[in-house]
């Protein structure tokens, strides 16, 4: 495997974003030369990433030639487990289309190791390709986003919830058995990939995702293409701590005062006092958040105390991150499009408030509704990013 150079990712994004466009447009779109596009053109038709489109211009001239991402191209497979554990798999081509898609019950217990964990999700994607109906050699790269610590560069699992916490080879052990590439990856990384090729970060080459999911998640895009540390791993911005003292609120990480203590679906539900404890499903997590926005919507002063004051430790975590990094943009994804009413106001407020003047100024933040099948559009958009020798 290689990362595709920053010239192919340019003309890419190009013909994904303006598409279809002619050879003649993308020097402009991409600031390449035309020698360059010729030569990337060339490549990108010949791998089957793009396609060429004739449309007539009239009476005299030749047909223009037009460029588009192939839709019959190759395949990508994005796959997940959810929270029942059972493995959701969706094909999707390098338009961010779905052509399949399938949840097989994987069958790990929680007693089990990665190891098992791995023959598992091994076993059912090869029974959710064999379901398909795909051919095995049109399927470009299977893109597998798990909520675990992970080194994407390297395919290896540092720490995964319920499971022994030793650096496991996942991404090679689930290769080696469907003699397919496999890019292990975290979910976060995987929701900022499908911002930037299809959402609401489309254009933007360098910017910060915060999300608000069960917990404060993020990653980074740098340069056009994602950012993780040394060691391939995307930020863990979640347990920062935005409270401090003796009744900074308990995370479930076994911290006191983390941002996702307070701002996250879990931080706010258990801030709201809905529920006592760390051991709830995160469905049940998700409907209760729904009635805790449903009441703050309607003007419960409680429920909308809780929901400000989420915002409030949201914008503390956003101006560290400007003080530390510098991310240009912040898109905070929010899992109902209630939330933006009900926060945006505080949020301003308070991050305004914790940055030197001026500072504030300089970064725009903007809040959407996380994509809702950003899991199949990231996976896709992880086949544009990195090709096969
Ligand atoms: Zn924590």
Redesign the pocket.
Known sequence: MKMVSSGEIRVLKAIRSDGPVSRRDLPELTGLAAGTITLITADLLRRGFITEKREATGQSGRPRVFLEIREDGPIVLGATLTENGALRTTFVDLSGNIRFGTEIETGIGVAGSLDDLAEAVGRTLEAAIEASGCDRKDIERIGLSLPALVDSDQGVIHFMMTFPQTPFPFAKVVSARLGLPVTLENHMSCLARAEHWFGQAKGLDSFTLIHIGPAIGSAQYFAGMPRTGVHGIAPQI??VKTARGDDAAR?????HG?A??YASIYGMVQQAGLVDGFDIAPAQQAELFGQLVARASEGDEAMLEVVERGAAHLALLAADIVIATDPGVILVTVPDARCIELMRGRFDEVFRAHLVPGVASLTEVRFAVALPDWEAKGAAALALERVRQ
């Open positions: 979640g347990h995370c479930y990480c076994g911290a983390c996702t203590a």
